[in-house]
């Protein structure tokens, strides 16, 4: 989490608890938490153990702590489980903080006495504290300990970091009003003008500006950049309906295209050594077809027109029968640096391309994410990699360029999400799916024009979004500025 993140997402409340606690420690005593409470944490009984859990001992958990009252539980452990594991039971009203993962420094409030596992920390004041004026303390040092956590696979703070942390610990009647004050906030009641600290006022004042202008400004960002993104997919889909430029009368018909190209298939085919007949595609019904087309371009399957995840036939030519493998990033607007491996390892159980195949990423989320490229610059024109993807390989009737378009559509990636399967997490889409998938198909001359036009009018709008964006930055680097000057707190990268 940066500034910015916790900007944005905190509620004004705890930005205004931050600006409190800062003016605090100017005009109080310092102190540790360690100086006016004992800290402590749970544990977690033996998982190979049933009989230690499904008891009716509460058992909070750190992702459980959402900075307000617990009133709640998912799992619940034994008298035996509490024996024999660290965990401990907390009265009714312990304050609870977060110490690992993404939960790090936020609070609960027990209300039922509970046990919790190791990676919550539970507070006792020594001193006369409200709980109530400890739990703002640690709402708005959320984003110090998140800054002291950073690193490794997760956040994590220890007892050692909490116990460390500065506190102003001021009289009965202050903490009151301090926790009257943010709880209006919090309420959305506004701000009481009438509050005893009036620097604190302005200061507040301040920071409520700049959240509601970042927000209101992030959020037209965010929208002008989603409705680029809008306006590129419906470039798209006027490309491929037909409806991006014009038709001409004396382009060949694609049908006489769609002849050629499937004379070529089965002539490679023969070529490879590969005998019989290519499976039959199943015939293309009229509820099928999503859309009207021109007259002279033509309904075909994907699988008719593009060889679905071919083979490579290494030349005599290739240095010692090693063939480059890059990365699949490389293949999705990185610009490719290859390794090289031995043909023989990786002839088979890798996808196979080259230069001019478009590469598709079938793997959720990278398929959902629209990862898909046009495979040039390969050493030798050849390459392997991933069996994560699928490779459509046309040819010289048909345009990468155009192929690309059309996989880039938002419909072609929902239909492939509808089918997906695997288990959560690694799902993908069937290979059935790029060969059985309707595409339009127009005469060579139009995909050409379209092709070009395309990249006419994604230049246009790349060089807006570039805009939006340097105005996105310039925005979010002058409120850092403001806000490292408001919050004295450091940078942080991302968690």
Known sequence: MTILEFFKTVHPSVLAAKMIFRHLQEHYPVLKIADIADTTSGGTPNRGMPEYYNGDIPWVKSGEL????????????TEAGLKNSSAKLFPKGTLLVAMYGANIGKTGILDFDATTNQAVCAIFPKVDISREFLSWYFKQQRIDFIAVGKGGAQPNISQTIINNASIVVPDEKVQKAIVKFLERIEKGDGIDYD???????????????????????????????TQLENLNQAILQEAVQGKLVPQDPNDEPASELLKRIKAEKATLRQAQGKGKKEKPLPPIKPEEIPFEIPENWVWCRLGEICEVNPRNKVDDEIDAGFIPMPMVSQLFGVKPTYEVRKWGAIKKGFTHFANNDVVIAKITPCFENSKAGIISDLPNGIGAGTTELNVLRGNQYILPEYVYAFVK????????????????????????????????LPPLAEQKRIVAEIEKQFAKTKQLKEHIIANQQATEQLLKALLHQAFEVKEMEEV
């Open 409 to 440: 559509r938002i419909d072609f990636l929902k239909n492939g999400e509808r089918i997906m399967k695997g288990v959560a997490g690694q799902q993908r889409v069937p290979t059935d799916y790029f060969y059985n998938t309707l595409i339009p």
């Open 66 to 77: 959402k900075d307000g009252v617990i009133t709640t539980c998912d799992e619940y452990i």
């Open 195 to 225: 509050f005893f600290i009036p620097e604190v006022l302005k200061d507040v004042e301040t920071i409520y500006k700049y959240k509601n202008s970042y927000v209101t400004l992030s959020d037209s960002f965010e929208s002008q950049l």
